[in-house]
């Protein structure tokens, strides 16, 4: 495909997503953009998120690490499942019992307001950080394959993508990003799966059980690690963390759970939540195949692009067909902007509710607050995309760099657990001191695990870790009961 194509391409996608805005932004009320007026449909949400929940780095980075990694991936994502149940068992309820439209509410009910603003100062960072790694990565691949070709600087780049989304966003907020996560999510699926039918063909595997076949006795599918508890895919490593990283990435995780708080009553909403959990696993198991037949396919043909590169590589040759690629751009697109659109929503509604407490405004003004916060997180989105491209030259080191979410969900694991599972009250006022306290122990641990810890070495379950670490600093400050 020429730069002018995939330019088209995007342009023809953003228009859509526009057309879409406007049939489902048509009530501009505080209600519509922050909880979709509690209308809709479960099934949808659930479809949804599955592209709100990936991003462009697991559209990259899942089938780029399968050379290396294999299919122990495939280990997090069975965590994932469990960390749903507990979301949806355990979190909703409280959620849709308080019936909450930011979920760092309950801390001030609970504790006390310097928690409350904690929790949401500690959701601001995570998301504003991850939200900006996610476009960073794949407006990195788009400026190569495509705005370099016209001289366009990255700034420039990154403005017109911001501005895109925030036209799409800026009515409906959430009530259209239900709708534009499912298109978002469809196009994500379609682009995965016409490259493995295309790879097949390409390395010649007639059907659906030829691919199966391959993939099964290929040394790259090996899923379960047990044999080194230091490695950092040791089994049960892995399936904590992934259940972690669920229960606080998604479940105490405003973006997500606001999505979640749309539907009807707690009924649709765990229905949501278990059916996605479900197809999720099929999904990643698709991006794993994908990761194996690119793998095969570049060393078949002496391709030596590795780790993100591989895919971007591979979808654009010429012999892959311009079908293929569209899709490949169509589905990198989709996976950016389904985690990006909805995070700017959230940050709103979180900034709106959380920070500057917009209940408390004058009615009459509520909406225009509402509309210039939304201005004020698509600057600050732009600006901290381009510092990281001034500090971050390799796009390689996104993988790693977003790890660091870990740091600042921490607190919030702590917090919520503390909350949930005791009765235990602390001195409110003396928390954001735990929460700062609490990531830098963590991150000294994971600079000195395996000279502290006997070789061991950490991996995404650092976030046990600062949980933990959070939790028994709470338990620290306790208020004795009269």
């Known amino acids: 495909m020429t730069a002018t194509q995939i330019l088209f391409l995007i342009a023809g996608y953003f228009i859509v997503l526009i057309l879409i805005s406007y049939f489902t932004g048509k009530e ?13 449909p479960w099934y949808l949400v659930a ?6 929940s990936l991003s462009g780095v697991t559209f990259i980075s899942v089938p780029g690490a399968v050379e290396t990694k294999q299919f122990g991936y495939l280990q997090v994502v069975f965590g994932y499942l469990f960390g749903y149940i507990v979301i949806a068992y355990v979190l909703l309820p409280i959620y849709y019992k308080l019936n909450l439209t930011s979920i760092y509410s309950y801390l001030k009910d609970r504790f006390g307001i310097v928690s409350y603003k904690t929790g949401s100062v500690a959701f601001l960072i995570s998301r504003v ?12 691949v788009l400026q190569l394959l495509v705005f370099d070709q016209f001289n366009i600087p990255f700034a420039i780049t990154v403005i017109i993508t911001i501005i895109l989304i925030w036209l799409y966003t800026f ?13 978002q999510t469809l196009f994500m699926l379609v682009s995965v799966i016409v490259t493995i039918f295309f790879l097949a063909s390409a390395l010649d595997l007639n059907g659906i059980t030829e691919i199966y076949t391959s993939v099964k006795e290929n040394t790259m599918s090996k899923v379960f690690f047990f044999e080194d508890v230091n490695d950092a895919q040791y089994f049960i490593k892995s399936f904590l963390s992934g259940m972690f990283i669920t229960i606080t990435m998604t479940g105490l995780d405003q973006d997500m759970m606001q999505k979640n708080l749309t539907c009807k009553n707690l009924k649709e909403a765990q229905k949501n939540m278990l059916s996605f959990s479900v197809v999720l696993i099929f999904v990643n198991i698709l991006f794993l195949v994908l990761g194996l037949m690119l793998t095969e396919y570049a060393n078949t043909n002496g391709i030596t692009a590795k780790k993100d590169e591989l895919f971007p590589t591979i979808a654009m040759l010429p012999e892959i067909g311009i079908l293929t690629s569209s899709f490949f751009i169509l589905g990198l697109v989709a996976a950016a902007y389904s985690s990006a659109d909805s995070a700017l929503t959230s940050l709103t509604t979180s900034f709106c509710i959380d920070i500057i407490e917009i209940g408390k405004k004058p009615i009459n003004a509520q909406k225009k607050i509402r509309k210039q916060t939304h201005i004020f997180i698509s600057a600050l989105l732009v600006v901290v995309i381009i510092c990281f491209d001034a500090i971050f030259k390799d796009v390689s080191v996104i993988w790693e760099l977003f790890k660091a979410a870990g740091y600042t969900y921490g607190p919030l694991l702590g917090l919520f657990a503390l909350g949930i599972f005791t009765k235990t009250q602390i001195k409110d006022k003396y928390v954001w001191v735990i929460a700062i306290i609490a990531p830098i122990l963590s991150y000294f641990i994971n600079a000195h695990s395996v000279d502290l810890l006997n070789g061991y070495q950490i991996g995404f379950e650092i976030l046990i870790i600062n949980g933990l670490l959070t939790f028994l600093g709470l338990i620290l400050i306790r208020r004795k009961q009269n």
């Open 129 to 140: 950080v991850g939200a900006s790694f996610r476009l960073f990565l794949v407006a990195k």
């Open 171 to 183: 009515k409906g907020g959430i009530k259209t990003i239900i709708f534009t996560d499912t298109l």
């Open 47 to 52: 479809f949804g998120m599955i592209g709100a």
């Open 28 to 40: 501009d009320s505080n209600d519509a953009f922050f909880k979709a007026n509690k209308s809709a």
